[in-house]
Nanobody, 123 residues
Framework: QVQLVESGGGLVQAGGSLRLSCAAS????????MGWFRQAPGKEREFVAQ????????YYADSVKGRFTISRDNAKNTLYLQMNSLKPEDTAVYYC????????????????WGQGTQVTVSS
């Protein structure tokens, strides 16, 4: 029912910025919201940010607060993640997904994962 395609990843130096996009097809508004996760080599998939459709509430991992901003363009059915002041520890594959469960911090509450886009931050 829903397909997601991430883009915008790449190589950037520490302190730089990237804007990730997640183009959606299908009825994403039928669900609770959408979010971004990331996964670095040898680590579990980690919550990054989420936006709720009901009231537009946004939530962020402590590690990215003040640096990342999640947003959505409803007309384009596209999710964004603006990443500023990037650090080497932000290096990971970034995934977008639809939230289908109640716990917005848990990957188990998401489905319809995209293929991911690689973000690499050099020191």
């Amino acid at each position: 029912q829903v397909q997601l395609v991430e883009s915008g990843g790449g190589l950037v130096q520490a302190g730089g910025s990237l804007r990730l996009s997640c183009a959606a097809s299908g009825r994403t508004f039928s669900y609770y919201g959408m979010g971004w996760f990331r996964q670095a080599p040898g680590k579990e998939r980690e919550f990054v940010a989420q936006i709720s459709w009901s009231d537009g509430s946004t939530y962020y991992a402590d590690s990215v607060k003040g640096r990342f901003t999640i947003s959505r363009d409803n007309a384009k059915n596209t999710l964004y993640l603006q990443m500023n002041s990037l650090k080497p520890e932000d290096t990971a594959v970034y995934y977008c997904a639809v939230r289908i469960g109640s716990n917005l911090y848990s990957s188990g509450s998401y489905g319809y994962w995209g293929q991911g886009t690689q973000v690499t931050v050099s020191s």
